[in-house]
């Protein structure tokens, strides 16, 4: 028992000497512990090491401790066995904070009724959220069966087409800004005007390899525009 676990768990190293580590545990974790250790005395290994588990461990005045805790066998005179435990209450904290951010980003997303997308630039691949599905009516079914670049640009307006593409390579050389304003056309021959925004993710070496961007659908914002400006037109006219 070394100094870092009586402070971890409030015992003296007297109180551990000579007990099984079960008794850092809760009831419900010390008996699937004693199985796992009694499997793992089974196998026929001179030496070797459990990559371990993630369990609640108690400490002396009955505080709930999440730790890793791996095993280490090792066979010569008398088997010895040597565990080590890593304190995971901040890894576990900083686990919910982030599961909580995505929450709140994916509420985010989907009040804001943001179409999110991945461009992979070496195998020309894309991921989409399930709204870019739904604006661009592109079947579900093809999110893990190829879904690529060709499936966004096939439905971008004919005469928006070059353009938009220039924009989007202009970004990735390093020359310019992603932040078109462009037409799609869907198979139910709907036209919608898209707002785009993107940014360029490099590796280590600085080459651009992924893209990720949103799409926003502006369709009746620029259409009140328009009434707006033809109504501004017609009262000036009068």
Known sequence: VNA????????????????????????????????????????NLTASFLNGREVTASKKDGTPLPIHLAIGKIEG??????????????????????????????????????GIWLWF??????????????????????????????????RVHPEDRDATAAKLEASV???????????IVRPDGSIRIIQGNARIICDNNGKPVEVIGINVDITEQKLLEEHLLKAKEQADAA
């Open 4 to 43: 870092a676990t009586t402070r971890l768990f409030g015992y003296s190293e007297k109180e551990l000497l000579g007990h099984n580590v079960s008794m850092l545990m809760p009831e419900s974790e010390s008996t699937k512990h004693d199985g796992y250790l009694d499997a793992f005395g089974a196998r």
């Open 77 to 114: 005179e008398e088997i010895q066995y040597v565990g080590v435990m890593s304190d995971l209450t901040v890894i576990r904290q900083q686990r919910e904070e982030l599961q909580q951010l995505r929450d709140q980003l994916l509420m985010a997303v989907e009040v804001a009724r943001l």
């Open 121 to 154: 630039i070496d195998d020309n691949t894309l991921q989409w959220n399930d709204l870019m599905f739904e604006l661009y009516q592109q079947p579900v079914a093809l999110r893990n069966n190829g879904l690529n670049y060709q499936h966004w640009y096939e």
């Open 173 to 183: 050389a390093g020359t310019g800004v992603y932040d078109p304003v462009f037409r």
